[in-house]
């Protein structure tokens, strides 16, 4: 007979997982990553993309019983879901997971933080079903990875829909069969294209893929199906959307191999191959002590997910987030890559811009993925080289708690919560014993 389906083997995973199981270091994991989306979702709180998008949900939900975090209001589920997801990855400055640049946190998290608000669930809850749902987002997209990507699928959005799901059903108590049927429901739900990046049609996918999740979670709660093989089948997900498959990715070594525990965390508000680029020039720029005028040009070479995401004209924020030549200008000109210096004042200012122009970005096939060699040629004919493999923040050179803690504050400041930051942070390392949200909750609101 046949083996269980994708969708199947998840669902049995996720329905039969116990808390007492998952490893003490697994468990500080899910709290690094909350404390990390829940900053990055405070520092665009007075962003207008973020007040947009609090307009549009409120006209089209429900009651409203759910906190958005860092605003006055509150939405339903989908709604507060949907705005949450979309403020922690409006500035390039959350989680990623490398292999498959999937940013586990913003689709996942924010459904999870709305089902256990309304329900008044443990924290302990919400970080085992954290943990679960980015497990099977970023197994799903290493099952198909790179071809979906290249064909341009925002791999956040899409698999960021099935990490949804199977979270919220892990927090429903929904049976393994029903857990599977969810997953396999998110599968005709999951869209987002990369074209869209830097335009804000990007932060409807990312918002979709949360609210979907819930959407698909209850609807297999009332008994709706999906296909067994909704994911890898002939006519599946996966197939229409990529090459073949890797159904081993998905399913092999569940619960004894954690990808998510492999989940990275940004020092810079950058796409995470940029970190490469951005560590380089910092170190050439400390190396050389030459003044901007006194540098010739400067090649970066890199994979081709560098050069694919990062080779554009930047003409505004997103652009800039995004962007080689951005990227080795701040590092080489500014000598810093914060929040403000990837905003529209920075990419107007013309000495970045005319740094911008003396940049080439070049093909390197030999580097990993998020690796970067950066070459000056100096006015005077010198020529001066870096090559960096593990940037700062990366699965080799993690950041430390007491640096995701400086960069939360430095977010939370950022909305106007520089008064609150401490108790947030304290609220968020001590989850796993909180009886339910409301303490924290009542923080962030």
Same mark, same amino acid.
């Given at each position: 007979?046949?083996?269980?389906?994708?969708?199947?083997?998840?669902?049995?995973?996720? $329905?039969?997982?116990?808390?007492?199981?998952?490893?003490?270091?697994?468990?500080?994991?899910?709290?690094?990553?909350?404390?990390?989306?829940?900053?990055?979702?405070?520092?665009? /709180?007075?962003?207008?993309?973020?007040? *947009? /998008?609090?307009?549009?949900?409120?006209?089209?939900?429900?009651?409203?019983?759910?906190?958005?975090?860092? =605003?006055?209001?509150?939405?339903?589920?989908?709604?507060?879901?949907?705005?949450?997801?979309?403020?922690?990855?409006?500035?390039?400055?959350?989680?990623?997971?490398?292999?498959?640049?999937?940013?586990?946190?913003?689709?996942?998290?924010?459904?999870?933080?709305?089902?256990?608000?309304?329900?008044?669930?443990?924290?302990?809850?919400?970080?085992?079903?954290?943990?679960?749902?980015?497990?099977?987002?970023?197994?799903?997209?290493?099952?198909?990875?790179?071809?979906?990507?290249?064909?341009?699928?925002?791999?956040?959005?899409?698999?960021?829909?099935?990490?949804?799901?199977?979270?919220?059903?892990?927090?429903?108590?929904?049976?393994?069969? =029903?857990?599977?049927?969810?997953?396999?429901?998110?599968?005709?739900?999951?869209?987002?294209?990369?074209?869209?990046?830097?335009?804000?049609?990007?932060?409807?996918?990312?918002?979709?893929?949360?609210?979907?999740? @819930?959407?698909?979670?209850?609807?297999?709660?009332?008994?709706?199906?999906?296909?067994?093989?909704?994911?890898?089948?002939?006519?599946?997900?996966?197939?229409? *959307?990529?090459?073949?498959?890797?159904?081993?990715? @998905?399913?092999?070594?569940?619960?004894?191999?954690?990808?998510?525990?492999?989940?990275?965390?940004?020092?810079?508000?950058?796409?995470?191959?940029?970190?490469?680029?951005?560590?380089?020039?910092?170190?050439?720029?400390?190396?050389?002590?030459?003044?901007?005028?006194?540098?010739?040009?400067?090649?970066?070479?890199?994979?081709?997910? +560098?050069?694919?995401?990062?080779?554009?004209?930047?003409?505004?924020?997103?652009?800039?987030?995004?962007?080689?030549?951005?990227?080795?200008?701040?590092?080489?000109?500014?000598?810093?890559?914060?929040? $403000?210096?990837?905003?529209?004042?920075?990419?107007?200012?013309?000495?970045?811009?005319?740094?911008?122009?003396?940049? /080439?970005?070049?093909?390197?096939?030999? +580097?990993?993925?998020? /690796?970067?060699?950066?070459?000056?040629?100096?006015?005077?004919?010198?020529?001066?080289?870096?090559?960096?493999?593990?940037?700062?923040?990366?699965?080799?050179?993690?950041?430390?708690?007491?640096?995701?803690?400086?960069?939360?504050?430095?977010?939370?400041?950022?909305?106007?919560?520089?008064?609150? $930051?401490?108790?947030?942070?304290?609220?968020?390392?001590?989850?796993?014993?909180?009886?339910?949200?409301?303490?924290?909750?009542?923080?962030?609101?």
């Amino acid at each position: 007979m046949p083996g269980p389906t994708a969708s199947e083997a998840l669902g049995r995973f996720v $329905a039969g997982s116990d808390w007492r199981d998952i490893p003490p270091a697994l468990r500080h994991e899910a709290k690094r990553s909350l404390l990390n989306h829940i900053g990055c979702a405070l520092g665009t /709180a007075r962003d207008p993309a973020v007040r *947009t /998008a609090v307009r549009v949900m409120r006209g089209l939900g429900g009651a409203p019983r759910v906190t958005v975090f860092g =605003q006055s209001t509150r939405l339903d589920a989908m709604g507060a879901a949907f705005v949450n997801a979309v403020a922690s990855n409006l500035l390039d400055y959350d989680d990623t997971h490398l292999n498959t640049v999937i940013h586990p946190a913003a689709p996942v998290a924010p459904p999870l933080f709305a089902l256990a608000e309304q329900g008044g669930l443990s924290g302990a809850a919400i970080l085992h079903a954290f943990l679960l749902g980015g497990e099977i987002a970023c197994r799903i997209g290493n099952a198909v990875s790179p071809g979906h990507y290249a064909r341009g699928w925002h791999i956040t959005s899409t698999c960021g829909a099935f990490g949804a799901a199977a979270g919220c059903a892990k927090l429903l108590g929904l049976s393994a069969g =029903q857990t599977a049927h969810a997953i396999g429901i998110a599968s005709s739900q999951a869209a987002g294209t990369v074209e869209n990046l830097p335009s804000a049609a990007k932060n409807v996918s990312v918002g979709n893929a949360a609210r979907h999740g @819930i959407m698909a979670a209850f609807f297999a709660a009332e008994g709706w199906e999906a296909a067994p093989a909704a994911i890898e089948g002939p006519l599946g997900w996966a197939r229409a *959307t990529g090459d073949v498959p890797d159904v081993a990715a @998905i399913t092999e070594g569940l619960g004894e191999r954690w990808e998510i525990g492999r989940n990275t965390y940004k020092p810079y508000p950058a796409g995470i191959v940029f970190h490469s680029v951005i560590d380089a020039c910092l170190a050439l720029r400390d190396r050389l002590r030459a003044p901007p005028e006194a540098i010739a040009a400067v090649s970066v070479a890199g994979d081709a997910l +560098l050069l694919a995401r990062g080779d554009r004209v930047v003409r505004n924020e997103r652009d800039a987030r995004v962007s080689i030549h951005h990227s080795a200008a701040l590092g080489l000109v500014r000598g810093h890559a914060g929040v $403000a210096d990837f905003e529209m004042p920075a990419v107007a200012d013309p000495a970045l811009a005319a740094f911008r122009a003396k940049v /080439a970005a070049v093909l390197d096939p030999s +580097l990993p993925r998020g /690796a970067a060699r950066v070459t000056v040629r100096l006015a005077d004919g010198r020529v001066e080289e870096a090559l960096v493999t593990t940037p700062r923040g990366s699965e080799a050179r993690p950041m430390s708690d007491a640096e995701l803690e400086a960069k939360f504050r430095d977010n939370a400041a950022m909305g106007g919560f520089a008064d609150r $930051a401490e108790a947030q942070i304290a609220a968020i390392w001590a989850l796993e014993e909180a009886p339910d949200l409301s303490c924290l909750m009542g923080l962030l609101a």
